[in-house]
């Protein structure tokens, strides 16, 4: 397993967890941003 490895299983998962909330903003920028539909 990871933890015996020596990896920080519970940080690495909040990190991954905080990258792919990042990752879903920004494509979500970037899509409405292409679509046009951002206009107020």
Same mark, same amino acid.
């Given at each position: /397993? &990871?933890? %015996? &490895? $020596?990896v920080h299983v519970?940080?690495?998962?909040?990190?991954?967890? &905080?990258?792919? =909330? %990042?990752? $879903?903003? %920004? &494509? $979500?920028?970037? %899509?409405?941003s292409r679509m046009?539909? =951002?206009? /107020?």
């Amino acid at each position: /397993p &990871a933890l %015996l &490895a $020596g990896v920080h299983v519970d940080r690495t998962k909040i990190i991954i967890f &905080a990258v792919h =909330g %990042l990752v $879903g903003a %920004l &494509a $979500g920028v970037v %899509l409405a941003s292409r679509m046009t539909s =951002g206009q /107020p």
